[in-house]
């Protein structure tokens, strides 16, 4: 079983940056891929960034050099980095982890990009 708790999310300017924090238990982590994801109001939980275990990352075209996504094993934490943000990248961001044929989700933390 893992448990995913997303923190980091809050109100910032346009042009501002914002780091989400996604805290994992369980010791399987470092087997999982790990991803971010967001859900904007009336709208469908999109994918916006991906790594696997090894470290291979995919970026949504929208947010490709604004987004990184990383990972610490070692502290079973895995980070959005949000630079240049806007006020489209408004929503709620969900962490996943998945593997072994399981799936795991956090309740989200909401992100307000406005003036």
């Known amino acids: 079983q893992v448990q995913l708790v997303e923190s980091g999310g809050g109100l910032v300017q346009p042009g501002g940056s914002l780091r989400l924090s996604c805290a994992a238990s369980?010791?399987?982590?470092?087997?999982?891929?790990m991803g971010w994801y967001r859900q904007a109001p009336g709208s469908e939980r999109d994918l916006v960034a991906t790594?696997?275990?090894?470290?291979?990352?995919d970026y949504v075209e929208s947010v490709k050099g604004r987004f990184a996504i990383s990972r610490d094993n070692a502290k079973n934490m895995v980070y959005l980095q949000m630079n240049s943000l806007k006020p489209e990248d408004t929503a709620v961001y969900y962490c996943?982890?998945?593997?072994?044929?399981?799936?795991?989700w956090g309740k989200g933390t909401l992100v307000n990009v406005s003036l």
């Open positions: 790594m696997t275990s090894g470290g291979t990352t």
């Open positions: 996943r982890s998945w593997g072994d044929g399981m799936n795991y």
């Open positions: 369980g010791s399987i982590f470092r087997r999982y891929a």
